[in-house]
């Protein structure tokens, strides 16, 4: 960790990024926030349209959300969209659903004119590295990188993958840093498209690099002790976790768009108590929610940390706004890079 560690939190909004060196204060770190590599996408998709241009889309998988949201658009203004199954894939892990959204799928550029060649990718490394070489800031060795993955579900909701992914890790007792991987597994094609842009960075999920940054704010780290809630608000998901201590003994994962203020206090209550049902969260069309059964005996989780960038949407009584080293957007990264501290100190002791 000499040359120190490049972290990237890749969101639908923004994409954050922190440039850690070891010695350097975190207040001197070089750090950006972006617009995340979709809402880049959809801009250029939209341009596309303006200009009556038909799309060509082509790369790796990557995240949706606004993309999806544009190539809609273009689709719906009477112009076509051609994609390589790859970039398809960021639409739908079911290439015949990317098809009834009238996307065209080909193996290479099509014969159509005007035609303008879009690529598809959550990771802009090289823009980032000349970014930062501007401004004589060298790229680290070590490169960590946090998306959102639901895991690929051809068949059935990829909301039940996802959540699986969560039960998992709670029902081996693991830790959330045990979602950082230098190899991500088989199902997390986003995660693993990312790996083929950069093959020696490591890649975890947003939502737990969220909950263990925010882990870091002082007055979360005294009160974790004790029992409490982080919940990150992010632009498309809201993700909250029963802490106690170390220990994660509860996940609840939704979607921002569909939760009201009333509606996530209420949710947030039943939660933190056990009262609340994975069934109940799923049909509301949320991810789910699973606590582990000793979670009540162990605390109350009476006090509530919150991070994200729609935070101050949603004024939960007695909510502490957390702020891990002074800098709420940053707690993805602080979060990427107090994962692989404590995974490389592991290795040592392990070695």
């Known amino acids: 960790m000499e ?24 207040e001197n770190c070089t750090k950006m926030i972006l617009p995340s590599p979709t809402m880049i996408l959809a801009s250029r998709i939209r341009r ?16 949706g959300g606004p993309c999806t949201a544009a190539v809609r658009a273009h689709i719906k203004a009477g112009f076509r969209a051609f994609a390589q199954e790859k970039a398809a894939l960021t639409f739908n892990d079911n290439l015949e659903k990317v098809a009834a959204m009238g996307i065209e799928i080909v193996s290479s550029r099509p014969d159509v004119e005007p035609l303008v060649e879009l690529e598809t990718g959550d990771l802009h490394l090289d ?34 993958s996802r959540f699986q992914m969560w039960k998992n890790i709670l029902n081996q007792g693991d830790s959330l840093h045990h979602l950082l991987f230098s190899t991500p597994p088989p199902n997390l094609t986003r995660m693993k498209a990312v790996k083929e842009a950069a093959p020696d960075c490591w890649v975890m999920d947003t939502g737990a690099a969220a909950i263990i940054g925010a882990g870091l704010d002082p007055w979360i780290q005294q009160k974790r002790k004790e029992g409490m809630v982080i ?4 632009n498309e998901h809201v993700l909250a976790a029963l802490l106690k201590g170390n220990r994660v003994l509860g996940v609840y994962e939704h979607h921002t768009s569909l939760l009201t203020l009333e509606k996530l206090i209420d949710h947030l209550d039943r939660f933190r108590r056990g009262k609340l049902s994975n069934e ?16 009540k005996k162990l605390s109350d989780y009476a006090y509530i940390g919150i991070t994200g960038p729609n935070r101050s949407l ?15 957007m940053l707690t993805g990264c602080f979060g990427l890079i107090h994962s692989f501290k404590t995974k490389m100190l592991q290795g040592k002791e392990n070695g």
């Not at 800031?137 to 990188?145: A, E, K, T, Y």
């Not at 109940?280 to 699973?290: A, Q, W």
């Open 3 to 26: 040359n120190g560690i490049l972290a990237i939190d890749i969101g639908s909004g923004t994409q954050d990024v922190l440039v850690w060196r070891k010695g350097v204060p975190v």
């Open 48 to 63: 596309a349209t303006q200009h009556r241009q038909h799309i060509f889309l082509k790369g790796t998988t990557m995240g």
């Open 127 to 160: 823009s980032i590295r000349e970014t930062l070489e501007r401004f004589e800031v060298s790229l680290p060795d070590n490169v960590l990188i946090a998306v959102q993955d639901h895991g690929y579900s051809p068949i059935g909701s990829n909301r039940i």
């Open 231 to 234: 919940i990150n608000i992010g």
């Open 280 to 295: 109940e969260v799923f049909e509301d069309m949320g991810h789910g929610c699973f606590v582990q059964p000793d979670a």
């Open 314 to 328: 949603y004024h939960i009584p007695g909510g502490h706004m957390a702020a891990p080293f002074g800098d709420m």
